[in-house]
């Protein structure tokens, strides 16, 4: 019997992403292609070592979630194709993406020109798809995990990408520090803008926001009056707390 309760109890460990396993390991496949391409004579070696550190971290959370927590489809394309544009960045180093020289030669048209930016944004981009891809995720690992409803765990999701986006800035300010001058430039992606640690935060909370407002009002269109009612008495409960 023992044996019996514990077979059961290991297939609903191993069960909580099974119906997605075949698309995890799709997009596992293609990120262990895409971290190959992006090693592949990178243009700083050892920035692209730096800019993996935080990648190998990511792994074992990778697999605890896959484990653990159960994800929607959604959740798992957003943040592989994060890791995906990380990887990107990663091979040229954030700020040195030559993405205008592609729109140049597919397109005929200057992006820089166009918009009139005088900087290379691929390392702003990438902050704001740090907020647009993984905002909802973590929405969902907070209310699986904590078991959080209503408006809560939309508002710490959020409040996981503004606080994580800090402290990826301290983390930079750091490998600054700690490494060379040419690997810590490359790293910290500045180009001059003594802003840049503060637009880049700005720009995940937006990309967050913007996440979180459209699922929040296409869950509040499928749910009706119940994602409501759950709302409400999430305030109600703060309320009652203080």
């Known amino acids: ?52 550190i935080l990648v190998l971290a990511t792994a074992p959370v990778l697999w605890l979630l896959y484990r653990k927590i159960p994800l929607s489809v959604v959740s798992w394309v957003g943040i592989y194709l994060f890791l995906y544009i990380h990887e990107l960045g990663a091979h040229y180093t954030y700020s040195k993406v030559p993405y205008d020289q592609w729109t140049q030669s597919w397109f005929g048209f200057s992006l820089n020109g166009f918009f009139g930016w005088e900087r290379n944004h691929f390392d702003r981009f990438v902050h704001f798809t740090y907020g647009l891809l993984l905002a909802y995720p973590l929405k969902e690992i907070i209310t699986a995990w904590c078991g959080a409803r209503g ?80 709302w409400r008495e999430s305030f109600r409960v703060a309320r009652d707390v203080n």
């Open 1 to 52: 019997m023992h044996m019996a309760e514990s077979s059961k109890k290991g297939t609903r460990k191993a069960a909580a992403n099974a119906p997605h396993r075949t698309i995890i390991l799709w997009l596992s496949a293609l990120f262990v292609v895409s971290i190959t391409l992006s090693g592949w004579y990178p243009l700083f070696p050892e920035d692209w070592i730096v800019e993996h």
């Open 151 to 230: 408006f809560w765990p939309w508002f710490f999701a959020l409040d996981v990408v503004m606080s994580t986006s800090c402290f990826y800035e301290l983390l930079e300010w750091a490998a600054a520090l700690v490494f060379s001058e040419e690997v810590g430039t490359a790293y910290l992606g500045t180009q001059g803008d003594v802003w840049d640690a503060h637009k880049d935060i700005l720009l995940a909370v937006i990309g967050g926001f913007i996440t979180l407002t459209v699922a929040t009002v296409l869950e509040a269109r499928k749910r009706g009056a119940v994602f409501w009612k759950e």
